[in-house]
């Protein structure tokens, strides 16, 4: 790579000083000076990010197709309405179902990742269906049911689309306090389906307003007069041959949306709907001929399929991530901006502004940061639902089965609310660094923010969701304290004694830097704020508060606990990953590495300094060694965003262009979503306005016929 | 207030359990309900942030009219198509320039700052021209040429609408760097505007696309072959008549944006446009028949008409702010989510969970500090614009003007960054704290979010303006060192000997919960992070670095250390505008203004450890402070916000609906703006898919006359 640098430099040494300055300029000249700087194997980085070049091939395979697939056209996107929108997400379920039905579950997998990337809408709304609908069916139906509405068509889409039913207008997160009644009637064998009032109306629900015609609905079941909580029902919901809605069905359109406007997310009203017992999913609860509830034992063992969702978004946050800074980082390696001393009037790159590289290197490091964890987050999962899959009532190992859900369940809840929450500030931060252009819809930013920005509520509340990690955080302390073996994640809340009140003891300034000193700082950090949650949760118990109520009362500490506990876990899942690579991948991702870690101090530094892990004097060496990693991955940073290898399609941004010459791609881009025409509405409007009569009305003061004259104040 | 609160206790005994369950959860009666909260008359609280009655009263009047007036009706406005929004916009013009035309020119601005929050794109639409281009006119042109233009149209609209041309496809904040050309022609008297490169391209320009007749165009002026710097000109680009524009001028739309698609956008390429020389506003810069060049000594003193959209910003953070807050608090006081043990079933209010305080409470602090900083900074900008009127080379007192302007230039730099930053995390923590219903268009967040994002980029981009800030403070700081008395906002630069090193000296930690206590922090956090930023860049001197260089390398510290000392500031106006106050205004104005000062020290805990103004254990006080805070100002959070007194039509949104009936009004909304149809694409789209022929395509592989089998792998 320097070779080819150096016949650059050996080229411009050619240049008459007009050539110089133009070449200076030249956006795509400063691509590849960029690119010419890769200390390391691009293509050795992408195979190991992609976990193999298998994986790799793979997805360039599936980019290239879906580049290729005019139904995945995308450079319009941002200029056609939401009714538009929504009939060409329909229009893609053709090619979709197509991939379906014709490759392995993995390949369908990456090209699902693949499409979320490229439009999120469609993703949505295909796995509606695909993920929520078929999702529900696996998890609560017997395998009797699920032949049944297999063979119904709702494997293969035919006469049948499904929808997912879960949140009312009035309940999001407590689900055990939806409002929907299921009343078994024993006289017709139905259960009566019913919305007793205006907040139970179910909201939000995606694929309602026009494509399904079916739904997992989640109700209460009521047999003989008694409650037995929220249940999962097939509904049908519109006649397959017309779309008419069934009697009994009211179904509306939820409209326009912050993002993801190609799913048609509605409202759904039930009127005393009665739909046969046998739609009952009847895996856990079952409910009898004659009325007779049988629950199950262990009704835990059928979350782990909820937990998916949140998994895949530790990825996705990663993806989102790299598609954002793809476009600010190949931005600010062309655009210039102020000249300095020196550079006689060649502006400099935004890129080599310290402040420019602190804005966006350490979110750099931190999407690294992510895909290692998920990475790990979804082995993790994949091995909790392979043991999940032939547990049941009974088995030796259950306890440590459950205790590896309950683990991944926490795990998983803290990690999506963390990650989402950092992938969408990293848009939003990507986006500003673009200055102005952030602000167009053609340079993508605001559309990924838009989309995006649902991710921090969907499939658990971020903050409800952080705080579930913060409970579990307290939970295993407690536990440790009682003398118990935690699991891995939270490890060192067995070394209590060693870490509270622990010091950084290295020789020399410089040996922060390492790995080893960084995450023996997190867990010191982590425990001492763990330990005080689990405090002021026992203090509260001991004034005599409910377990619920304690939780509450110590909110804000479980939450910064979390947060903090997520911070120290990227960052070994990070080190771990990096430790595992050797070569120049490893020199330039231990870079990556100790600027997240760094960072990730520098950020939280309150309490790093609270429990005196760190001295001041530590904190700023800290801060500036924070400077100069962001000088080192500047260089490699470039090359850093090549291995992410996302095509120009999937990018879709001009300013994000791989061959840097984004003025033109960007200028085109603009003209061709508004060709030059007729004036829309200059007869209409700006005529009558600037050629009307112009006078002030202060001159038309009339008296009309009163005799007063203005100057009589006082009368 | 409280008798009303009993009364309603009073006639809760009434009630069947039924009755009283129904009740409890009623949103309109949860509203009521802390409604009668009130601890302080929520009127007088209105007329003291509006700064007296009359100011109440009046925002009230254009509140009622403009709610009445059909051409500012809002209701429909997520679910209008760009074009059609630019046509509304466009027509609102007629209905302004009445009032232009008819009221004072403070009553106007109130209007406009009303409008702002309503309708922000067509603000900015309006604004282009009366804040832009007039504003353009009235910094750089001379009494005559100012009333040559008035007496064209510029004033009245008539045959005449202005756009600002600053901005280029290649140059934002780099006003020097613009490569736009007007190069003087002497033989014919006239400047040649020219637009050399694709990156000088005017873009971004409010107003080119469909609206402006002429423009301020800023463009090196070249005379015999000098360049003399960025100057402005008017070049007209339109014909009034046809607006057909004129030979040599190529302009396009600049299309979707991530927000105010009222306003439209343009780009405008010059292709040797021959202007008269007397279209350079000759106010600074002259340039003779013979093309002799007269430059002004005081260029600084044309910079203050600049300032005036810095400082209106400020207290726009406020206002958006107070919108939103409305709305998230508003939706709080109602919403309910998961019942606690006791409640009889009843769930909890949103605003009852000290989580749900800690996302809200702290930002309605911060708005409150906003607001009353933004009524001090129009203050000093008004006193600054009328000395500064007046002020001409060879008076005596200008280098105090030229001290009070440069202050004032970078206060309101610091201050626009800091609080629009502030408003536009607020608008998104408000949208996230309605969950699902936050990502709705018609809840009114989302919209606010895009809308507003612009404001952290335009009139400077945020980052580059806090470095501003931040370069003031270094040589504020150098000029203190040096024994020079500075002005009020960093007067505690003069106190370093005092403020280096000093630690919080209260006797016990409750005297922690005083203005003056927090005051005197924030002044020793700052003056040391000013002084470690100052030393950083004498140290880069030192080492031989150009004083530009050596501010871009020690960036970072200018950031952190104009960071921190914008929340001083904040805080210190607070806490000045509260000891104004007395009675139950004080009452509550105090608490929220101890909120604000305790949560930003918590915000920024490791700048308070790292100096040692305060110990670990006064930081933990603090924490636990900022919860019981929150929980005292929560009491009377509705209240509060209802003093915002913005009309249900001004909030446009069901969530934030005065009288807490969320649910009905939100339903009704998304019903009216999705009215209940046929089916929209079933025929052309759904029917075709799900009654295709469905069969894997591996049932039907066929070998084609191949007459290999698949068995034969090894063949």
């Known amino acids: 790579m320097s070779t080819a640098f150096k016949r650059m430099q050996a080229v411009k040494q050619h240049l008459s000083p007009e050539q110089e300055y133009a070449s200076a300029v030249d956006p795509v000249a400063s691509m590849n000076e960029e690119r010419a700087k890769a200390a390391f194997d691009i293509r050795a980085m992408t195979i190991l990010m992609d976990g193999g070049e298998k994986n790799t091939i793979l997805k360039e395979k599936i980019m290239q197709e879906l580049e290729r697939d005019p139904l995945f056209k995308m450079h319009d996107i941002h200029d056609i309405s939401k009714d538009e929108l929504r009939e060409r997400t329909m229009e893609k379920f053709r090619s979709m179902l197509h991939h379906l039905q014709n490759e392995s579950v993995e390949t369908f997998k990456k090209r699902m990742e693949i499409v979320s990337l490229i439009d999120p809408g469609f993703w949505t709304r295909f796995g509606v269906h695909y993920g929520l609908f078929v999702g529900a069916l696996q998890s609560n139906a017997t395998p009797g049911q699920l032949g049944y509405w297999f063979q119904k068509g709702a494997l293969s889409l035919s006469g049948f689309i499904g929808c997912f039913a879960m949140t009312e207008l009035g309940h999001g997160s407590n689900i055990p306090g939806l409002e929907t009644t299921a009343t078994f009637d024993e006289a017709s064998d139905t259960f009566v389906i019913h919305t007793p009032t205006l907040t139970a109306t179910k909201w939000w629900i995606g694929g309602a307003a026009h494509s399904a015609t079916h739904s997992a609905v989640f109700a209460q079941l009521i047999v003989k007069g008694k409650r037995y909580g929220t249940k999962c029902f ?18 509306g359109d939820i409209g326009k949306k912050m993002g993801r406007d190609g799913i048609d997310n509605g409202w759904i009203q039930f009127t005393s709907v009665s739909i046969p017992r046998s739609y009952l999913l009847q895996k856990h609860t079952k409910v009898s001929r004659t009325g007779d509830v049988v629950e199950p034992k262990l009704q835990q063992l059928t979350y782990g399929a909820l937990l998916q969702g949140r998994v895949t978004m530790v990825a996705d946050s990663g993806h989102f991530s790299k598609k954002a800074l793809s476009i600010a980082i ?18 400099t790159k935004l890129l080599d502004y310290p402040i420019h590289q602190r804005r966006l290197m350490p979110l750099l490091s931190q999407t690294f940061a992510m895909l290692f964890t998920g990475t790990e987050m979804t082995e993790m999962y994949n091995v909790m639902m392979s043991r999940l899959e032939g547990a049941k009532e009974g088995d030796a190992d259950l306890d440590e089965v459950i205790e590896v859900l309950k683990e991944t369940h926490s795990t998983s809840a803290g990690l999506k609310a963390f990650c989402t929450w950092n992938c969408l500030s990293t848009i939003e931060a990507c986006r500003q660094a673009c200055g102005g252009h952030g602000y167009s819809s053609y340079t993508g930013l605001a559309a990924m923010y838009q989309d995006f920005a649902v991710q921090c509520t969907w499939e658990g509340d971020n903050t409800i969701l952080t705080l579930q990690l913060g409970r579990y955080l307290i939970s295993s302390y407690r536990e440790a304290v009682s003398g118990k073996k935690l699991s891995p994640g939270v490890g060192y809340l067995n070394n209590l004694d060693q870490l509270i009140g622990k010091q950084c003891s290295v020789n020399k300034m410089e040996d922060i830097l390492s790995p080893q000193v960084i995450t023996e700082g997190w867990q010191v950090v982590c425990a001492n704020v763990v330990r005080n949650a689990s405090l002021e949760f026992e203090a509260c118990l001991k004034k005599g508060m409910q377990a619920d109520d304690a939780y509450e009362e110590c909110s804000q500490s479980r939450l910064y606990a979390a947060k903090l506990h997520s911070f120290g876990y990227l960052f070994n899942r990070f080190a771990d990953g990096v430790a595992k690579v050797t070569g120049d991948l490893h020199n330039i991702l231990i870079k990556v590495c100790l600027l997240y870690g760094l960072y990730s101090i520098e950020e939280n530094a309150g309490a790093f300094l609270q429990y005196q892990y760190f001295t001041p004097a530590q904190i700023e060496f800290i801060r500036s060694s924070v400077n100069s990693l962001c000088k080192d991955v500047r260089d490699q940073a470039i090359p850093l965003v090549d291995s992410f290898n996302l095509s120009d399609y999937m990018i879709n941004s001009p300013l994000g262009r791989k061959d840097g010459n984004v003025y033109v791609h960007y200028f085109d881009q603009v003209k061709r979503s508004n060709p030059q025409g007729e004036h829309p509405y200059f007869d209409k409007l700006i005529k009558p306005l600037i050629e009307r009569e112009v006078g002030y009305d202060e001159d038309e003061d009339e008296e009309a016929g009163l005799e007063d004259s203005d100057d009589d104040e006082d009368y």
Do not use: C
């Open 330 to 347: 190949r931005y600010a390696a062309v655009r210039r901006q102020f000249s300095n001393s020196g550079s006689n009037g060649v502006e």
């Open 234 to 251: 097939v509904v049908p919901l519109r006649d397959p041959k017309t779309y008419n809605t069934l009697p009994g069905i009211n179904i």
